[in-house]
């Protein structure tokens, strides 16, 4: 049972460069997420997906595109890569079990990104 | 505005001293409650949830937070720290009727010998 994986785990690209990156979990979730950490501001959510073939903008969503390709796969897309993309990057998933109203999220191992 | 705030950005403890890490939450509902930890170079792990009844809970590596709501608080405790508890923590909160979780800036804690 691997949870959430994600690839690639480190990632260099020029400015202007772009690149897709790849999130699945294994556990049935309905609901994924992508954050993004950088130093001291916690994490901030990019996109999150509430189910299949649903997707909506988080707190941060400029110069992101998602796409939820299944209920297992939940990508994150970079079309022009920039300087102030540089950061960490997780994917989540969560799901809401019977007779719950919220069920924690459960991370992927993150991918280190840097944008020159 | 909702916001999430930890405001310490940095704890040194001796080993085998007690610990206790802050959280402040700013919602009009009873939020569901998280801390999660993460070690260097790693995803981030869930320590303990609250979502309602016994406002002490216990978690797992021998944590526990309480939860305070005159406090509006979510503090996280442990008792004896361990070399190994040397991570990032971070508190986070949900809302009924949203998905994402809201996120504190996260307390690194460094452990001395």
């Known amino acids: 049972n691997a949870g959430v994986t994600q690839t690639p785990k480190f990632q260099v690209l020029k400015t202007g460069q772009s690149m897709t990156l790849q999130c699945a979990q294994d556990m049935n979730h309905n609901s994924m997420y992508w954050y993004r950490q950088d130093p001291g501001m916690g994490l901030r959510l990019i996109y999150y997906s509430a189910s299949e073939g649903t997707t909506d903008k988080g707190e941060v969503p400029n110069g992101y595109n998602v796409s939820r390709l299944n209920k297992r796969e939940f990508s994150l897309r970079l079309e022009s890569a920039a300087p102030s993309q540089t950061s960490v990057y997780f994917c989540?998933?969560?799901?809401?079990?019977?007779?719950?109203?919220?069920?924690?999220?459960?991370f992927g191992q993150g991918t280190r990104l840097t944008v020159v | 505005a909702q916001s999430v705030t930890q405001p310490d950005i940095h704890i040194t403890v001796s080993e085998g001293a007690s610990l206790e890490l802050r959280c402040n939450y700013s919602?009009?509902?009873?939020?569901?409650l998280f801390w999660y930890v993460q070690s260097p170079g790693q995803g981030l792990q869930l320590l303990l949830k609250?979502?309602?009844?016994?406002?002490l809970v216990q978690g797992i590596k021998g944590f526990e937070a309480e939860f305070k709501r005159s406090q509006s608080s979510f503090n996280l405790r442990k008792p004896s720290v361990h070399w190994s508890d040397a991570a990032e923590y971070f508190c986070a909160v949900g809302i009924y009727g949203a998905n994402n979780l809201f996120f504190g800036t996260g307390t690194r804690l460094t452990v001395i010998p």
């Open positions: 919602y009009g509902a009873t939020p569901y």
């Open positions: 989540a998933s969560s799901s809401r079990g019977r007779g719950q109203k919220y069920t924690e999220a459960f």
């Open positions: 609250y979502f309602s009844g016994d406002t």
